[in-house]
């Protein structure tokens, strides 16, 4: 009998919308910069250090919302996550003091950031096995159509109703959809009845499906891959959550117009659903480790360039080199952790990872913002992302598989 309509398509889709609702937000932070500073007078790394503390809320919260989803599946913990990251956005609008916007955005919307990835990536990871690194590219894409859509509309909204107002119908927005999203969810394929793959029945009218030889998370922790993935992750953070923060103010004080300004991070946005993509069919084909160096190579081509990008077509350029890259990164990491270590645990180690990148992205806006405070240019930032950027592709050259992992292999499911 012929299996009914895969359920794993609906997962994407889901996947596909909860990327763009939380990362598309994200990447108005920089829209609205200045914006703090001119209404509340605050300095750059105060503004920045919010950031980063959202980013180190993200990265903690996503090791317990890998752990919850290994064990309880995903829906319950997006729709707590979903609620906090609207309701963050909504009170926003009514911001007064420093610690306001540190509970509000580095706490509240944190939270509501420490699920895009984990949860989602770590789900598809389970309803796919032949196609993952594609399907992990598509969902990824929702973050690009985020991150090119949500800018400019904040930029607009700011523009007609001001910027207390834009942050009340972004936080509505975002709460209704993300709730409604993760409805939607479900942590494998047997909770539909189904299989890896939309996988269907075998010969003996039995259902078959590909399952891995997991590594335990004990086992993981203990080998060399595990370690420089999570400090590959460290400087790949760095790089590039710094650059969403920092280059909407660093265009203006090229002197690019505000809503141009918002136009180069939007065109990150729109290159990077490209990179998504390709990097995820890539990774299909060529494999984790030199998908993520072909990441690296561009992302350390874009950086050098923005060293003299002084004119407006200059930085549109930067922003689609660099915003090919900047989806690589975030599309090819949780295939990568699912073929090295399997994906019995892969929601906690994904999770552990991308709180080592987490805390690179905690550290790096508030060190840029600091920096330019002292010196009054981004010039020796971009110089630490090159260095970064450099240790982090010789790190993924020294990368190999754990050797007692097994590849997966293909056994009869459970009745």
Same mark, same amino acid.
């Given at each position: 009998?012929?299996?009914?309509?895969?359920?794993?398509?609906?997962?994407?889709?889901?996947?596909?919308?909860?990327?763009?609702?939380?990362?598309?937000?994200?990447? &108005?932070?920089?829209?609205?910069?200045?914006?703090?500073?001119?209404?509340?007078?605050?300095?750059?790394?105060?503004?920045?250090?919010?950031?980063?503390?959202?980013?180190?809320?993200?990265?903690?919260? #996503?090791?317990?919302?890998?752990?919850?989803?290994?064990?309880?599946?995903?829906?319950?913990?997006? =729709?707590?996550?979903?609620?906090?990251?609207?309701?963050?956005?909504?009170?926003? /609008? *009514?911001?007064?003091?420093?610690?306001?916007?540190?509970?509000?955005?580095?706490?509240?919307?944190?939270?509501?950031?420490?699920? *895009?990835?984990?949860?989602?990536?770590? &789900?598809?990871?389970?309803?796919?096995?032949?196609?993952?690194?594609?399907?992990?590219?598509?969902?990824?894409?929702?973050?690009?159509?985020?991150?090119?859509? =949500?800018?400019?509309?904040?930029?607009?909204?700011?523009?007609?109703? #001001?910027?207390?107002?834009?942050?009340?119908?972004?936080?509505?927005?975002?709460?209704?959809?993300?709730? /409604? $999203?993760?409805?939607?969810?479900?942590?494998?394929?047997?909770?539909?009845?189904?299989?890896?793959?939309?996988?269907?029945?075998?010969?003996?009218?039995?259902?078959?499906?590909?399952?891995?030889?997991?590594?335990?998370?004990?086992? /993981?922790?203990?080998?060399?891959? @595990?370690?420089?993935?999570?400090?590959?992750?460290?400087?790949?953070?760095?790089?590039?959550?710094?650059?969403?923060? *920092?280059?909407?103010?660093? /265009?203006?004080?090229?002197?690019?117009?505000?809503?141009?300004? $918002?136009?180069?991070?939007?065109?990150?946005?729109?290159?990077?659903?490209?990179?998504?993509?390709?990097?995820?069919?890539?990774?299909?084909?060529?494999?984790?480790?030199?998908?993520? %160096?072909?990441?690296?190579?561009?992302?350390?081509?874009?950086?050098?360039?923005?060293?003299? $990008?002084?004119?407006?077509?200059?930085?549109? !350029?930067?922003? $689609?080199?660099?915003?090919?890259? *900047?989806?690589?990164? @975030?599309?090819?990491?949780?295939?990568?952790?699912?073929?090295? @270590?399997?994906?019995?645990?892969?929601?906690?180690?994904?999770?552990?990872?991308?709180?080592?990148? %987490?805390?690179?992205? %905690?550290?790096?806006? =508030?060190?840029?913002?600091?920096?330019?405070?002292?010196?009054?240019?981004?010039?020796?930032?971009?110089?630490?992302?090159?260095?970064?950027?450099?240790?982090?592709? =010789?790190?993924?050259?020294? !990368?190999?598989?754990?050797?007692?992992?097994?590849?997966?292999?293909?056994?009869?499911?459970?009745?």
């Amino acid at each position: 009998m012929k299996s009914k309509y895969f359920y794993g398509y609906h997962i994407v889709a889901a996947g596909f919308v909860i990327q763009a609702v939380c990362i598309g937000p994200l990447f &108005t932070y920089g829209v609205f910069f200045k914006q703090f500073q001119a209404e509340l007078g605050w300095s750059r790394a105060i503004i920045s250090g919010a950031s980063s503390l959202a980013f180190f809320i993200m990265g903690a919260g #996503g090791i317990l919302a890998g752990r919850l989803n290994d064990r309880i599946g995903p829906r319950i913990i997006m =729709v707590v996550s979903g609620t906090s990251l609207g309701l963050g956005y909504l009170l926003m /609008a *009514h911001l007064q003091t420093p610690w306001q916007l540190y509970v509000l955005y580095g706490i509240m919307v944190g939270i509501g950031f420490s699920t *895009h990835d984990v949860i989602t990536l770590s &789900t598809v990871a389970r309803w796919f096995i032949k196609r993952r690194g594609m399907m992990s590219g598509v969902v990824k894409v929702g973050t690009g159509a985020g991150q090119m859509l =949500v800018p400019l509309m904040a930029a607009a909204l700011i523009a007609i109703y #001001g910027w207390r107002q834009a942050y009340t119908i972004i936080g509505a927005i975002a709460l209704v959809i993300l709730v /409604a $999203a993760a409805l939607v969810l479900r942590r494998d394929p047997a909770e539909k009845g189904q299989f890896p793959d939309g996988n269907s029945a075998g010969i003996d009218g039995s259902a078959a499906a590909f399952t891995d030889n997991s590594i335990s998370i004990k086992e /993981a922790v203990r080998t060399g891959p @595990f370690w420089i993935l999570c400090v590959a992750e460290f400087t790949i953070f760095f790089c590039l959550l710094t650059m969403i923060v *920092h280059i909407v103010p660093h /265009a203006t004080d090229l002197g690019l117009p505000p809503g141009t300004a $918002a136009g180069v991070l939007a065109t990150i946005g729109g290159v990077s659903m490209v990179g998504r993509i390709s990097m995820g069919t890539a990774n299909d084909k060529i494999g984790g480790k030199r998908s993520l %160096t072909i990441c690296f190579i561009i992302l350390i081509c874009g950086l050098l360039w923005l060293q003299i $990008a002084g004119q407006a077509w200059m930085l549109f !350029l930067f922003a $689609a080199i660099y915003g090919f890259s *900047h989806g690589g990164f @975030f599309t090819v990491m949780s295939p990568l952790v699912a073929e090295l @270590f399997g994906t019995g645990s892969h929601g906690l180690l994904f999770g552990l990872i991308l709180f080592s990148g %987490t805390i690179g992205g %905690t550290v790096g806006p =508030v060190l840029a913002g600091r920096m330019f405070d002292v010196v009054g240019s981004y010039w020796g930032v971009f110089w630490l992302l090159i260095g970064l950027a450099l240790s982090g592709l =010789v790190l993924i050259t020294l !990368l190999k598989p754990p050797e007692h992992v097994d590849s997966p292999k293909q056994s009869r499911a459970p009745a």
